[in-house]
């Protein structure tokens, strides 16, 4: 039911994101409105929603709300809106079909994401459909839907070229590939804009490694200049409106600590289509930890990421590695940067190399480049040449960094504690989620020098007294705490070591 | 993580339930505070539970709440809180394990629950409690926990009286049944101190019906007080923080539309456990819009009920009802409280008295007054005799109303409209959610005298002209604007009458 007044709009400034409207009590009585009903506002076409909230602080014929909801939708004070008292939305009657159980239709699905997408659905309402998905899951149509819905929703990048793309499903701590992967794949004349996401719980994302070597915040028009120069790129995906469903549902996710299946099959595919990539790699890490804790999770999940990218019309090959223990030896934005930065002149550990140099393999067999089953040996051709290492210079620089930045030039935290092996023995366990935790707690990724490294991985052998985790922190309060945290998490297993014996660390 | 410094609480005034607590950024960046990180603050050993938002305009060494929070948890500007940063709460673990279907512990379920009433879970956390229930259900003995635990952590009040009590699943508009049962079973010398609710979705409960004829809002010691003066009676449960977990459960299954078949049960039973009841008729009714759509549905029900009370010590006995039409003609607060009082007089509906007498006889039964297969004769006994309105007039008295009231002195909404039948011929169906939708449309329960009589029921033969609803308001803007549903909605439909023949009612 429409009001039949308009409303003036006042804005509080203060920090409240949640859509509520506060109105006076006659205006409310008036109008038959009782707390928390539901209203849609609309100011010149644009049409949001909020909760009502009665004050009397609140003049009569105006509705206050805060300013993040204005800055958001983009009303100011003052502005005229007419008001509707609505009772059930259509998504929600959708959202209820879908806890029975039952198949929603295109039209379905996309009234749901739209509104999603416009702030008419509440985190309840949207907590309700994400465990509806996990509780009945969903057919491959509607996860096609779901992903069309989430693109069409946001921006599209159309780069007028053959687009590669390259995606980890991460639980992995360490994962620089990516800062291996583009150069090779680029300096091969393949074009892979590659935009990434921060790190939510891990130490470090892409974009946080990347971002200690060049600027990666750009706008879409910034974007296609600097990967249309460079050949390729590795950019911060988070502020260009790609599927932005997505983080709406990552927050609700976060919360209740879920990740249904089929909403992570589409807001993949979404951030990709909505790059309108062509051949798409996914790194799949099998382990304790990650999306797929056995291998044959890692094919079940490879299998449902390619019959969908048929459906959208991408060819995606995916990669199942070992995700066991971190890549590499450092964890954290500086450290990981560095430790790219080393491979790319040739001096990079194993498990980068071989992890980096497989998956830019697959692309550049995709991309006709290589023979089927030679990508992998160009990739480290490329790789050993130089030609990576003079693309990924070019690639910062068109970001706008220092292109002759060297790795010794990478500052790291400079408050360090190193433990050591307690007895001789072999590694025979490092702990990601204990590494992660443990990064996090020394500042990693909001303090950028901050992060672990640990020189030995399974299967190696250490002599009582050599260093097996080093911790670097901005920070010497961070420094302790992540100690602390190491002593209690125990994250290197020696065999043959009680696991008590820990304290003599110390 | 415990902050080492105290932080002083400021109050901000405004109508904002949401459990959020503002920070200056360097109190936030110093300890590592992130927008949403749930806090735990604790003043004077009272504990609770915020989000954090991070604002400027908040003076460091501060924490801003807002007066709803405040006033529920009873803290004040000015006071020393201590913050601790928590990242999952234990209680979050157990939800998720019901969401992957597991069975919870007794301890398990009590710390959801605590945590339930205690603020700490969120709506969103809730809201995946009660789907998992939905959508796994819950085993027996799991709903026997839950009953307690939301016993426990509420009100229990000890009559020191054997207990009998009486509930309705709802669902049917009119159902005025416990303004006649109540002084029925009282007059037969058994105690039955109804605690009952307010409407939520319906146009009246028992609540705001008797509140028309006496006050029903009364403390813990004040209810025992009139109580066992008058032998029963009819209150309002809502302020007496009888498990309390309820109205948190109920808001959250609100906006979702939910109604976890566990947790009804759980909910039910605990208020009933919460004033000690020894003996509890349940009222089933079935029909299209109720709790169980057919006898089936009604049984199974019952033979949950009964299960239940036997692990809780109460006996209960279920009535399966016909739920199809409203109960009685009149629907809305004050037209009800006058028919039931009518009833009383001798003067009610058969519907009405057929219901009544039998739920009643099943207490009789119960209490030993009346043998088996008796007892509704013996209520009828009781009711024509005038002793059950003489008893009425006790309960009204010592509530606090006027026991001389008679239905005539009743005030109904004096804006009335009548709609006749366009046709002759016979009811075939009265609309119970058309009949509620245009009654509250109307005003009820809010606005008492608003409602609608409906003087056919299903069956009846009328004749073209014949009055068939009688709708009335207290403002004529509400009268219009039920009298419009009523047009949309057609309620009452007549035997041979095409449905869109209905705009002719004028």
């Known amino acids: 039911m429409k009001l039949k007044e308009e409303l003036k709009i006042i804005v509080l400034d203060w920090p409240i994101e949640e859509n509520i409207g506060v109105l006076n009590p006659e205006d409310a009585a008036r109008n038959d409105i009782s707390i928390n009903d539901k209203l849609i506002v609309e100011v010149d076409g644009k049409k949001f929603t909020v909760y009502a909230r009665i004050s009397k602080k609140v003049e009569k014929g105006h509705l206050l709300i805060f300013k993040p909801l204005a800055d958001m939708v983009g009303v100011k004070e003052g502005d005229e809106a007419s008001i509707t008292i609505t009772d059930i939305f259509e998504s929600l009657t959708y959202i209820r079909k879908k806890m029975r159980g039952k198949h929603l239709s295109k039209d379905e699905i996309y009234t749901i994401i739209n509104d999603v997408v416009s702030g008419k659905l509440t985190e309840v309402e949207i907590a309700a459909f994400l465990l509806s998905q996990m509780f009945h899951g969903m057919s491959m149509s509607e996860i096609e839907y779901l992903t069309r819905a989430m693109v069409e929703t946001g921006e599209v990048i159309d780069f007028e070229r053959v687009v590669y793309d390259k995606h980890s499903l991460g639980g992995v701590p360490g994962n620089k590939v990516s800062l291996l992967i583009v150069p090779i794949v680029a300096a091969a004349g393949l074009f892979i804009p590659?935009?990434?996401?921060?790190?939510?719980?891990?130490?470090?994302?892409?974009?946080?490694?990347?971002?200690?070597?060049?600027?990666?915040?750009?706008?879409v028009d910034e974007l296609k200049e600097v990967a249309l120069k460079a050949g390729g790129c590795i950019v911060w995906g988070g502020s260009l409106h790609l599927a932005p469903a997505d983080d709406i549902f990552i927050n609700v996710e976060r919360k209740l600590r879920i990740d249904p299946e089929s909403q992570m099959l589409a807001s993949i595919m979404a951030k990709k289509l909505a790059v309108k990539a062509n051949y798409l790699v996914i790194d799949i890490p099998t382990g304790p930890g990650t999306k797929a804790p056995t291998v044959k999770d890692g094919r079940r999940l490879a299998h449902l990421f390619v019959e969908l990218g048929e459906r959208l019309d991408m060819q995606v090959q995916c990669g199942i590695t070992y995700g066991?223990?971190?890549?590499?030896?450092?964890?954290?934005?500086?450290?990981?940067?560095?430790?790219?930065?080393e491979a790319l002149h040739g001096n990079g550990p194993t498990s980068l190399l071989e992890k980096s140099t497989a998956l830019a393999g697959l692309l550049l067999e995709m991309g006709g480049v290589a023979h089927r089953g030679h990508g992998k040996e160009l990739a480290y051709k490329i790789l050993n040449s130089g030609k990576a290492l003079e693309k990924m210079r070019k690639i910062i620089e068109v970001q706008g960094g220092d292109p002759s930045i060297k790795p010794e030039d990478i500052p790291i935290g400079e408050h360090v504690i190193e433990i050591r092996a307690p007895c001789d023995g072999y590694v025979t366990h490092v702990n990601n989620s204990a590494i992660t935790a443990i990064a996090r707690a020394a500042g990693a990724p909001k303090e950028k020098g901050a992060g672990v490294v640990t020189p030995f991985?399974?299967?190696h052998k250490v002599n009582k007294g050599d260093v097996i985790m080093v911790i670097h922190a901005e920070r010497a309060t961070k420094l302790q705490q992540a100690y602390s945290l190491a002593q209690k998490l125990k994250p290197i297993t020696i065999e043959g070591m009680l696991l008590y014996t820990y304290p003599e660390y110390v």
Chains 1, 2 share one sequence.
Not at 194 to 219: N, Y
Not at 325 to 338: D, F, N, R, T, Y
């Open 457 to 459: 991985k399974r299967g």
């Open 324 to 341: 066991g223990q971190p890549i590499g030896h450092s964890v954290g934005p500086a450290l990981e940067a560095k430790e790219a930065l």
């Open 194 to 219: 590659k935009t990434s996401s921060k790190a939510i719980t891990s130490p470090s994302g892409t974009a946080d490694t990347m971002s200690v070597l060049a600027p990666v915040e750009f706008t």
